[in-house]
């Protein structure tokens, strides 16, 4: 098997650095879903992608060589980027490489200079400047050490019913409060490029893909051992036994995605031809509130993260919502509450102090092959951008 370090996307993607991003209409994968593409497209039926079985996947290292025979009917693309492909080296720091890997390169160095240069007076500028030398204030965030994850775990502890879960998401903002297990996320309208619209979706499964919660590919068994390692560290630090927290609030986690997984599309089935059909379903608000049930899908968008009300919502997955349904009571609350610790102990590691944001790079490092940290203008520069 390949070794995830030998990723090599030539122009398709650009790694993001760490968890913190901003709400897109495309998503761009990080090196670890990337890797994970791969992996799991290589398991299907055990391929070999440098022989060309069943094709030739010239974006991954060490696919192509000199000897390997172009024909621009067979694949255009090899054929006009062969010598560019081979021209490229991958680095310790960075999975991937090629043109828009270079841009990207260009951009964080130019994002660079602006922040190292005096301070903006407009209001949202200088609010991006000030984030980006918070992230870099070393010694404050030392000083706070694990205080903001253990206070918000703390506020997950006290939570006593499905009532009192509902009204902690819907009366913190949302960057007071763990993520719920559902999201809304603003696009662009596919009917109309000029109007924004909100696509009501599953939040991201721990594994990334929900087939890996019925069949545990090899790359998904790394994940999670990647994670469990990394939950078991920072809520160590937290004053939890590695018994509570990397086995029991890590499986209760696992279990509650297990839930909720069939009936979450795999990443195989979101390639198919009919998906992006299926992912434009447009509800009317009155259907929204039919298909939330006891969720409080509107409450938190509206409530909580100050959207105002529309008419028109997408919605891509409703089968999720109503297992979600299924599964929101008070006899899976531990569950419930295990998985919101966890993935708040995950997503929020690397905005901690330094020994678990180390910790978290170690952990995405496993995944896809990297070694080094990002230089802390590249990694503030990530979180803010």
């Known amino acids: 098997m390949k070794k995830i370090s030998s990723l090599l996307a030539c122009t398709l993607f650009v790694s993001s650095l760490g968890l913190a991003a901003c709400a897109?209409?495309?998503?761009?994968?990080?090196?670890?879903?990337?890797?994970?593409?791969?992996?799991?497209?290589?398991?299907?039926?055990?391929p070999d992608y440098t022989t060309g079985t069943p094709w030739l996947a010239c974006d991954i290292d060490g696919t192509v060589s000199a000897t390997t025979p172009t024909?621009?009917?067979?694949?255009?693309?090899?054929?006009?980027?062969?010598?560019?492909?081979?021209?490229?080296?991958?680095?310790?720091?960075?999975?991937t490489a090629g043109l828009v890997n270079d841009l990207g390169e260009q951009e964080d160095k130019d994002l660079k200079k602006i922040f190292h240069e005096a301070s903006p007076q407009s209001h949202d500028a200088k609010l991006a400047y000030d984030l980006f030398w918070l992230l870099e204030d070393w010694d404050g965030r030392n000083a706070l050490g694990i205080k903001p994850l253990k206070d918000r775990i703390g506020e997950i502890d006290t939570i006593g019913s499905i009532d009192e879960l509902?009204?902690?998401?819907?009366?913190?903002?949302?960057?007071?409060?763990?993520?719920?297990p559902w999201r809304g996320v603003p696009s662009t309208d596919p009917s109309d490029s000029t109007r924004r619209?909100?696509?009501?979706?599953?939040?991201?499964?721990?594994?990334?893909?929900?087939?890996?919660?019925?069949?545990r590919s090899d790359f998904g068994a790394m994940t999670e051992d990647a994670y469990r390692t990394l939950v078991k560290k920072i809520l160590g630090k937290a004053g939890y036994s590695e018994q509570e927290a990397a086995n029991e609030k890590f499986d209760n986690c696992l279990a509650f995605d297990k839930l909720l997984a069939p009936a979450i599309c795999s990443r195989d089935?979101?390639?198919?031809?009919?998906?992006?059909?299926?992912?434009?379903?447009?509800?009317?608000?009155?259907?929204?509130?039919?298909?939330?049930?006891?969720?409080?899908?509107?409450a938190v968008l509206e409530q909580s993260e100050g959207y105002p009300a529309c008419d028109s919502y997408l919605v891509?997955?409703?089968?999720?919502?109503?297992?979600?349904?299924?599964?929101?009571t008070d006899e899976n609350l531990g569950l419930?509450?295990?998985?919101?610790?966890?993935?708040?102990?995950?997503?929020?590691?690397?905005?901690?102090?330094?020994?678990?944001?180390?910790?978290?790079?170690?952990?995405?490092?496993?995944?896809?092959?990297?070694?080094?940290?990002p230089d802390d203008d590249a990694y503030a520069v990530g979180a803010v951008n």
Not at 337 to 347: F, W
Request: net charge negative.
């Open 166 to 180: 509902n009204t902690y998401f819907t009366t913190l903002p949302p960057e007071e409060r763990a993520g719920a």
């Open 197 to 215: 619209i909100i696509s009501f979706e599953n939040a991201k499964l721990l594994l990334g893909d929900s087939a890996e919660y019925e069949t």
């Open 336 to 373: 419930l509450k295990d998985y919101l610790i966890v993935n708040s102990t995950i997503n929020s590691a690397d905005l901690l102090d330094r020994e678990c944001y180390e910790w978290f790079y170690e952990a995405m490092g496993s995944l896809d092959g990297t070694s080094e940290l």
């Open 71 to 95: 024909n621009p009917k067979d694949d255009f693309g090899l054929s006009v980027n062969k010598d560019a492909l081979l021209s490229l080296k991958l680095s310790d720091s960075r999975p």
């Open 269 to 298: 089935e979101r390639q198919s031809p009919d998906y992006l059909s299926r992912a434009s379903r447009r509800y009317t608000r009155s259907e929204v509130e039919n298909m939330q049930g006891k969720l409080p899908v509107l």
């Open 316 to 328: 891509a997955e409703p089968e999720f919502f109503a297992k979600l349904n299924e599964v929101y």
């Open 24 to 46: 897109s209409d495309v998503h761009v994968p990080s090196s670890a879903e990337l890797a994970q593409g791969i992996m799991q497209a290589s398991q299907a039926s055990e």
